[in-house]
């Protein structure tokens, strides 16, 4: 179980209980939380589940692998702290982390 | 007017599917589908990769399930109007009345819509501005390439749209290639080739740059540009070019009167039809309890929309539930030569 917070766009913060093994992504979907669509369901095929982490979250997560960043340059306005919330697995080590959704996912 | 049993929006899998359930059964029907190609998600965004979880099929990628469907469906001369989408919907008596974006009309008995995440359309600039641009010094897509011989053009992206036409338009315009980060999506080739054309100054290149603005009066004449770290160049451009890929958006059929709970149709499990009698829903874009976003769930619920198209397509017959292997009437339909 980790404690994740997501702000979404419209300056609300949602703080939820994501079991591990499930993705952040999934988290958000699964709580309805707004602003994350998931069309692709978690296949890395779509970029409209991008979130921007808080820096110091950055070095903690999993590194990205091929596809994330390529992934990444269709999402709507990219960042340095850009991720792909589908990619985030949840674990105790992530209990805390803080992402901000975008306005928009396209 | 293109009359026919069955109108399917969507050439995905689950579409293809229904198409032959429909033939097997004896009903017409011609699909529409907002790509260039049939196959939907499975040619859009993972022609190359494997699939493992068709039934009786241990591995193939989405192009080959694509072709694999193509052909069982092509004894039925099943008619695609590609590059379409669906935009109007009106009831006519019992028949259904389809306009779609290029002008195509359609009259039909019921309406399947197998129709994914929604039609894939191109992903668009984040900037309000540029709207106003779209279609004369803005595009997401390239329709007539002449109209930028000797002009400049400012291309954004680092896939293969956006590598291929730099490289392209380098012969016979100027040509600024802006890309968020230095490695590219696209083939390893294209990169070589934009890096070649930038050394021998046919080409600038510049990456770890997004858009900042456009500027103009009816057309753009100044694009801005922003570097990670801040700092804005700008330059004069006679043209923008986007290529950021496509996003699905569902579009017109949210406005069919359909129950829709978070971006899917709902629909019941007995036929797959949505609360409007005629109109049925299958695939990734359909929902009811239990549902799995899986192609073989696809397949079945064609297969039984596809049954309950036929009380409107013949009002006046009785469907009998045949096997293909024993049934003539579905043998002399797929042309199957004793």
Known sequence: MAKITYNTHDNKTHTIEVQNGLTVMEGAVQNDIPGIDADCGGGMACATCHVYVNDEWLDKLPTKEDGEEDMLDMAFEPKQNSRLSCQLTVSDELDGLVVNIPSKQA | MNKTDVLIIGAGPT????????????????IVDNLDKAGGQCIELYPDKPIYDIPAVPECTGEELTNNLLQQIKPFNVKFHLNERVEELKKVENRWHVKTSGKQEFDVASIVIAGGVGSFEPRKFPLKECEKFEGSSLFYSIKDKTVFKDKTITIFGGGDSALDWAIELSNTSKVNLIHRRDGFSGAESSVQKVKELEDQGKLNLYTKYQIDSVLGDKNINIVKIKHDEGEVKEFKTDYVL?????????????????????????????NFETNVDGIFAIGDICSYPGKLKLILSGFHEGALAARGCFKYAKPNEKLRFEFTTTSKAAQERLGVKK
């Open chain 2, 15 to 30: 579409g293809l599917f229904c198409a032959h359930q429909l033939g097997i059964i004896g009903l017409s029907c011609e």
């Open chain 2, 242 to 270: 986007g290529f950021f890929g496509l996003i699905m958006q569902l579009g017109p059929i949210l406005d069919w009167g359909l129950n829709i709970n978070k971006k899917t149709v709902e629909v019941n499990t007995e």
